[in-house]
């Protein structure tokens, strides 16, 4: 009970602690450089929402922003349809093949990615996608692979081999297994890995600007982002365009945050 009013407070430490930078950033998009420098706090003596128009139509945030939930999407939907499946495959097979596998996947987090990117930006090359969304939504997923299949592997193992057993006297197949069986329980862990890697396409960098490019048509949000820093940098309106870069990830993260704690906390989700 004595702990109690000392959780609360640090508590409320924590969560102002994640806040500050939240406020700030809201606030100075609405300033001028000099408030954000004499007031860096305080509210805007001036309203200027004029800041989120400028930082839009100079970075055509619009097409960025397109961009990047299109390829977003697309690297999601294409690491689900690959990982789930060979998480399944892996969970149900206990074999020094299957252990061999795991560890190529495991081997994966050894490279990093600035290793990569001279072989990355030669098969692009090679395959005439160089500079275009179509080889990011290939490449993404890829990379995503070995986290994403480690992650489920994990979660259906969980799976109880007493409902596998009786699914299959059934006459459940494989599919109808993944489907019916392994999906639903693993469910939390195919959410985790959805926000998880959402949140990693969405902030790609490197990839994005070497090998998707600068060019209006195809650029991300990050890679476009930029562009509003020059000489003369109108710092309000950088704020400004780094708070519609946010805010797409942040509702959907805020959409899924129940199903997030579910995947963070539950061993196992029965329907």
Do not use: C
Not at 143 to 151: D, I, N, Q, R, T
């Amino acid at each position: 009970m004595r702990k109690r009013p000392l959780a609360t407070v640090l508590s409320w430490l924590y969560a102002l602690i994640l806040a500050a930078p939240l406020y700030y950033l809201a606030v100075s998009a609405l300033k001028t450089n000099i408030e954000i420098f004499t007031r860096p706090f305080a509210l805007p003596a001036a309203w200027l929402w004029e800041n989120f128009h400028t930082a839009w139509e100079t970075a055509r945030l619009g097409q960025a922003l397109l961009n990047s939930v299109l390829i977003s999407l697309v690297a999601i939907v294409l690491t689900l349809a690959l990982a789930v499946p060979a998480a399944y495959a892996l969970a149900r097979t206990d074999s020094r093949a299957a252990r061999v596998i795991t560890g190529a996947f495991s081997a994966g987090f050894l490279i990093p990615p600035f290793a990569a990117l001279i072989p990355t930006v030669v098969l692009a090359i090679n395959m005439g996608l160089f500079g275009t969304r179509e080889f990011q939504m290939l490449f993404l997923p890829a990379s995503a692979l070995p986290l994403s299949v480690l992650l489920l592997t994990q979660f259906m193992r969980t799976v109880p081999a007493a409902l596998v057993e009786s699914a299959a006297l059934d006459g459940a197949g494989h599919w109808r297994l993944l489907t019916r069986v392994f999906v639903p329980i693993a469910r939390p862990g195919v959410v985790s890995v959805t926000i998880l890697q959402l949140l990693t396409f969405w902030n790609e960098y490197l990839f994005a600007l070497t090998i998707t490019g600068t060019s209006p048509d195809v650029r991300t949000v990050q890679v476009a982002l930029p562009t509003l820093i020059s000489d003369a940098t109108n710092l309000g309106v950088l704020a400004a365009g780094t708070v519609l870069t946010v805010l797409p990830v942040y509702v959907a993260y805020s959409l899924m945050n129940r199903r997030m704690q579910e995947a963070l906390t539950a061993g196992a989700v029965k329907e």
